[in-house]
């Protein structure tokens, strides 16, 4: 059962290398064999390069710690990615439920991820084992760290298969790997700044200590027991050791009975998908929202309430209602605003890392007229304007690159209703409302308490007004690649890390990011002007009115070039992927 | 009316020189085996895929030189083509009331009797993407309504949808059609064709075998019988094999 089961996943990966877009495929599962042959020797030779130093052993907790957990959240936040290890597929075979969890089990052993743990695992035994009995404690280590990675990873996608077969959990697993890889992101960005702020071996230290009492709490935990047993056999303290590798196994043996229990669970019930909403009293309640809409304009006066009516009922505020509601609800959009912390948290950094050209200052036109590419020069404190500019150029970019792609082949229903370019360029600027009410508020709110902690509101006044005008020149230029270079979007179930479809993706995104150097140089007349009247002050006015009408013109084009090809992009992103 | 409509799809051939004309107040049937061609040629129709070759015209407009006239005297509700799926029934229809440049009253008005009628009234915060395959089709059919377009387009509005949403669906576009108007829909349903429509068009491979009145296409037979004999497949096709079938020996 076990054979036929690893045949089973093979035989689809084959399948899906074979399928439509497999060449795509192909490549990407070259690249991660590639990456997994070279992150296997580094992360071994890495780990077995800490043998003999002191904190060996706590690099050893951690890192089985770390693996466990790795394992534990990675299927949860892919949906648990894998057709083979589905029970609710195999529901309808004659197999009891033993049969299916030793093939399950086989299934999930079968890749490319047990290989990398596996051997990454053996680092951190050569780096504490100091014995050769030692050594035999640590295989039987990394041998029960696989199974409780695998047992684990299994208890819990299958516990919760339910809830990631449905709509709303899927929903919740893209926006939960969102969070990570920001998680990581920011890690990362903290990481470096501690390190390159401090004194090296101040860093080094601090490193090792924060590994130390890491290690204090995660060798309490079945993972971090079973890698203290290596440090135990070197030490010679078997009973101990055996005691820890005991504790190991014990759990490996209570997640396989919990994943038992959870696979017969699946099996006899009904799949849990996505319930239906309650429906009582939900007529009172649309007729009440209708009211309330209508008195919400009573303060205003005859012709104000008309116009304000009027406005209300324009087609770029029906649509940038549409897509604020899409912000709301649908997990890529919302992927879309966790993105959109990415120049947050680099104007973070700009403004703590990078302390300055020092926008305030009188000197600070001349940096930033010099602006092509240094990062904010040492003198002075202050804002600097890089961080700003560049987190305002993403900003645009990712409120506005490929319009189109998420609404899908949904997007005939605004093309049916479009009958003039004047329509479509309202849609336009209806979606680049939408993405301006979220980003605007959040630059304002970061550059407000980043100038009140700073003490440099005219600094922070400028670098707000240059994210914006960087905002709006992006906005530009990725709305006309939107239309000339629409991409779908899939909602894609399988991988939460997906973006867009094979070959037209990789093209649009090429251009999205050449789109950045054309924005950039559309900020050119913003730049000579600062340069040339050696001041600021008048890019507080001037420069977010630079960005809107730079996204105006951007919207024209873009408007006038789309309504010619409205049935090709719609059939563009209508196709399956 | 459609003329001389082409379209290819790499080396497919999907549509080969379709030639419609649909009478005014008519309710006209598109019927076909799958891959005929009825998506691509309603799609072309629509002005949702423009043809290669050919060209249609609504009421005298011209599909793809006069947009302005055609899109707000058609009603479409395409298959295989998603709603914005996030938003619910009620909101769908309001953001496209909007689009339509309905007044506000209006559309609050057709939206409210357009979801009772359809039985879609208890759901109206559930979002689309949580609805089942009739309440789609049927909000959809609202949608496409919801204008009060002179010319209905339907591509498969009955596929997957249960006997009590079939009903709804087929009362609210007889009510339709007595009105005047003009529908043109493709279904499987051979039998909810000939029972629905007074006018009927079988496509196969990309072109029109036959088109005219019911009555003139069955010629006293089924439109199953007609329909059979036109496309060329024979009903004992396809049993001379299996013989292994019924056996109770696994």
Same mark, same amino acid.
């Given at each position: 059962?076990?054979?036929?089961?690893?045949?089973?996943?093979?035989?689809?990966?084959?399948?899906?290398?074979?399928?439509?877009?497999?060449?795509?495929?192909?490549?990407?599962?070259?690249?991660?064999?590639?990456?997994?042959?070279?992150?296997?020797?580094?992360?071994?030779?890495?780990?077995?390069?800490?043998?003999?130093?002191?904190?060996?052993?706590?690099?050893?907790?951690?890192?089985?710690?770390?693996?466990?957990?790795?394992?534990?959240?990675?299927?949860?936040?892919?949906?648990?990615?894998?057709?083979?290890?589905?029970?609710?597929?195999?529901?309808?075979?004659?197999?009891?439920?033993?049969?299916?969890?030793?093939?399950?089990?086989?299934?999930?052993?079968?890749?490319?991820?047990?290989?990398?743990?596996?051997?990454?695992?053996?680092?951190?035994?050569?780096?504490?084992?100091?014995?050769?009995?030692?050594?035999?404690?640590?295989?039987?280590?990394?041998?029960?760290?696989?199974?409780?990675?695998?047992?684990?990873?299994?208890?819990?996608?299958?516990?919760?298969?339910?809830?990631?077969?449905?709509?709303?959990?899927?929903?919740?697993?893209?926006?939960?790997?969102?969070?990570?890889?920001?998680?990581?992101?920011?890690?990362?960005?903290?990481?470096?700044?501690?390190?390159?702020?401090?004194?090296?071996?101040?860093?080094?230290?601090?490193?090792?200590?924060?590994?130390?009492?890491?290690?204090?709490? /995660?060798?309490?935990?079945?993972?971090?027991?079973?890698?203290?047993?290596?440090?135990?056999?070197?030490?010679?303290?078997?009973?101990?050791?055996?005691?820890?590798?005991?504790?190991?196994?014990?759990?490996?043996?209570?997640?396989?009975?919990?994943?038992?229990?959870?696979?017969?669970?699946?099996?006899?019930?009904?799949?849990?998908?996505?319930?239906?909403?309650?429906?009582?009293?939900?007529?009172?309640?649309?007729?009440?929202?209708?009211?309330?809409?209508?008195?919400?304009?009573?303060?205003?006066?005859?012709?104000?309430?008309?116009?304000?009516?009027?406005?209300?009922?324009?087609?770029?505020?029906?649509?940038?209602?549409?897509?604020?509601?899409?912000?709301?609800?649908?997990?890529?959009?919302?992927?879309?605003?966790?993105?959109?912390?990415?120049?947050?948290?680099?104007?973070?950094?700009?403004?703590?890392?990078?302390?300055?050209?020092?926008?305030?200052?009188?000197?600070?036109?001349?940096?930033?007229?010099?602006?092509?590419?240094?990062?904010?020069?040492?003198?002075?404190?202050?804002?600097?304007?890089?961080?700003?500019?560049?987190?305002?150029?993403?900003?645009?970019?990712?409120?506005?690159?490929?319009?189109?792609?998420?609404?899908?082949? /949904?997007?005939?229903?605004?093309?049916?209703?479009? =009958?003039?370019?004047?329509?479509?360029?309202?849609?336009?600027?209806?979606?680049?409302?939408?993405?301006?009410?979220?980003?605007?508020?959040?630059?304002?709110?970061?550059?407000?308490?980043?100038?009140?902690?700073?003490?440099?509101?005219?600094?922070?006044?400028?670098?707000?007004?240059?994210?914006?005008?960087?905002?709006?020149?992006?906005?530009?230029?990725?709305?006309?690649?939107?239309?000339?270079?629409?991409?779908?979007?899939?909602?894609?179930?399988?991988?939460?890390?997906?973006?867009?479809?094979?070959?037209?993706?990789?093209?649009?995104?090429?251009?999205?990011?050449?789109?950045?150097?054309?924005?950039?140089?559309?900020?050119?007349?913003?730049?000579?002007?600062?340069?040339?009247?050696?001041?600021?002050?008048?890019?507080?006015?001037?420069?977010?009115?630079?960005?809107?009408?730079?996204?105006?013109?951007?919207?024209?084009?873009?408007?006038?070039?789309?309504?010619?090809?409205?049935?090709?992009?719609?059939?563009?992103?209508?196709?399956?992927? | 009316?459609?003329?001389?409509?082409?379209?290819?799809?790499?080396?497919?051939?999907?549509?080969?020189?379709?030639?419609?004309?649909?009478?005014?107040?008519?309710?006209?049937?598109?019927?076909?085996?799958?891959?005929?061609?009825?998506?691509?040629?309603?799609?072309?129709?629509?002005?949702?895929?423009?043809?290669?070759?050919?060209?249609?015209?609504?009421?005298?407009?011209?599909?793809?030189?006069?947009?302005?006239?055609?899109? /707000?005297?058609?009603?479409?509700?395409?298959?295989?083509?998603?709603?914005?799926?996030?938003?619910?029934?009620?909101?769908?229809?309001?953001?496209?009331?909007?689009?339509?440049?309905?007044?506000?009253?209006?559309?609050?008005?057709?939206?409210?009797?357009?979801?009772?009628?359809?039985?879609?009234?208890?759901?109206?915060?559930?979002?689309?993407?949580?609805?089942?395959?009739?309440?789609?089709?049927?909000?959809?059919?609202?949608?496409?309504?919801?204008?009060?377009?002179?010319?209905?387009?339907?591509?498969?509005?009955?596929?997957?949808?249960?006997?009590?949403?079939?009903?709804?669906?087929? =009362?609210?576009?007889?009510?339709?059609?007595?009105?005047?108007?003009?529908?043109?829909?493709?279904?499987?349903?051979?039998?909810?064709?000939?029972?629905?429509?007074?006018?009927?068009?079988?496509?196969?491979?990309?072109?029109?075998?036959?088109?005219?009145?019911?009555?003139?296409?069955?010629?006293?037979?089924?439109?199953?019988?007609?329909?059979?004999?036109?496309?060329?497949?024979?009903?004992?096709?396809?049993?001379?094999?299996?013989?292994?079938?019924?056996?109770?020996?696994?």
């Amino acid at each position: 059962m076990a054979r036929l089961f690893v045949s089973l996943k093979l035989r689809l990966i084959a399948g899906v290398l074979s399928g439509p877009g497999g060449g795509a495929r192909l490549v990407g599962l070259i690249i991660a064999i590639a990456g997994a042959l070279c992150i296997m020797p580094v992360g071994f030779v890495l780990l077995a390069a800490q043998h003999g130093k002191p904190d060996a052993a706590s690099v050893a907790v951690v890192v089985f710690t770390a693996f466990a957990l790795g394992w534990l959240v990675f299927p949860v936040a892919t949906f648990g990615t894998d057709e083979t290890l589905d029970p609710a597929r195999l529901a309808l075979l004659p197999l009891r439920p033993a049969q299916l969890a030793r093939g399950l089990f086989a299934a999930a052993l079968t890749g490319i991820g047990p290989l990398v743990t596996t051997v990454i695992l053996f680092g951190a035994v050569a780096a504490v084992a100091t014995s050769p009995a030692a050594a035999l404690v640590g295989i039987a280590a990394v041998a029960i760290e696989v199974g409780l990675c695998v047992a684990g990873s299994r208890a819990l996608v299958t516990a919760l298969s339910g809830m990631l077969r449905s709509r709303r959990g899927r929903d919740l697993g893209v926006v939960v790997s969102g969070l990570i890889v920001l998680l990581i992101f920011a890690v990362n960005l903290a990481i470096q700044a501690s390190v390159l702020g401090g004194p090296r071996s101040g860093a080094g230290l601090a490193v090792g200590g924060t590994m130390r009492s890491v290690a204090a709490v /995660a060798r309490l935990a079945p993972p971090g027991l079973t890698a203290h047993a290596i440090a135990d056999a070197s030490a010679g303290r078997y009973p101990v050791a055996a005691a820890e590798l005991g504790a190991g196994a014990a759990t490996v043996l209570l997640l396989v009975w919990a994943w038992t229990a959870a696979l017969h669970r699946v099996l006899e019930n009904p799949d849990a998908s996505t319930q239906q909403a309650s429906r009582g009293g939900r007529q009172a309640a649309a007729a009440g929202a209708t009211v309330a809409r209508s008195s919400r304009l009573a303060w205003m006066s005859g012709p104000a309430r008309r116009w304000a009516g009027r406005a209300w009922q324009s087609r770029a505020l029906t649509t940038a209602g549409r897509e604020l509601r899409y912000y709301r609800r649908d997990p890529r959009r919302k992927r879309q605003l966790v993105s959109l912390a990415m120049p947050v948290l680099w104007i973070l950094l700009g403004a703590g890392a990078f302390a300055g050209s020092g926008l305030g200052g009188p000197g600070g036109a001349a940096r930033v007229g010099g602006a092509a590419g240094v990062a904010g020069s040492a003198a002075g404190a202050g804002l600097s304007a890089w961080p700003a500019i560049g987190a305002g150029l993403f900003a645009g970019l990712f409120s506005s690159a490929n319009q189109f792609g998420i609404d899908g082949s /949904a997007a005939w229903i605004p093309f049916a209703a479009t =009958s003039r370019w004047q329509d479509l360029r309202d849609d336009l600027a209806g979606k680049s409302l939408a993405g301006a009410v979220l980003t605007v508020p959040v630059f304002g709110l970061l550059y407000l308490v980043l100038g009140a902690v700073r003490q440099d509101g005219r600094g922070a006044a400028i670098a707000f007004a240059l994210a914006i005008c960087a905002c709006g020149a992006s906005s530009a230029v990725a709305t006309v690649i939107s239309v000339l270079l629409p991409v779908p979007v899939p909602e894609r179930r399988s991988s939460a890390f997906g973006g867009g479809g094979a070959g037209q993706g990789c093209l649009a995104a090429v251009a999205t990011f050449a789109g950045l150097g054309v924005a950039l140089a559309l900020m050119t007349p913003v730049f000579v002007a600062w340069a040339m009247l050696h001041s600021g002050a008048w890019l507080v006015v001037a420069g977010p009115a630079y960005g809107a009408a730079a996204a105006w013109a951007g919207r024209l084009v873009a408007a006038r070039v789309g309504f010619r090809r409205l049935p090709e992009m719609l059939a563009v992103v209508s196709r399956a992927i | 009316m459609a003329a001389n409509l082409w379209k290819r799809f790499g080396p497919t051939i999907a549509v080969a020189g379709v030639h419609l004309q649909v009478p005014a107040g008519s309710f006209f049937g598109l019927v076909g085996p799958n891959g005929a061609g009825k998506t691509t040629a309603l799609s072309m129709m629509t002005g949702l895929l423009r043809p290669d070759a050919g060209s249609v015209w609504i009421h005298g407009a011209d599909v793809w030189r006069d947009p302005v006239a055609v899109k /707000a005297a058609i009603g479409v509700l395409p298959e295989g083509l998603r709603l914005f799926e996030r938003l619910s029934g009620p909101e769908l229809l309001r953001y496209l009331g909007r689009l339509r440049k309905l007044d506000r009253e209006t559309t609050e008005a057709r939206a409210r009797e357009l979801l009772a009628v359809l039985d879609l009234a208890g759901a109206d915060r559930a979002l689309i993407v949580d609805y089942s395959t009739g309440m789609r089709k049927k909000i959809a059919l609202a949608a496409a309504l919801l204008h009060n377009p002179r010319v209905l387009f339907l591509d498969e509005p009955f596929e997957g949808v249960d006997p009590v949403a079939a009903r709804t669906i087929r =009362s609210v576009l007889d009510a339709y059609t007595q009105s005047g108007s003009t529908v043109v829909f493709s279904s499987h349903v051979l039998e909810l064709v000939e029972s629905l429509c007074d006018r009927v068009a079988v496509m196969s491979r990309g072109q029109v075998l036959a088109s005219g009145p019911v009555e003139q296409i069955t010629a006293g037979r089924s439109l199953q019988d007609a329909f059979l004999a036109l496309v060329g497949a024979s009903a004992a096709e396809g049993t001379a094999t299996l013989s292994w079938l019924g056996s109770s020996s696994a």
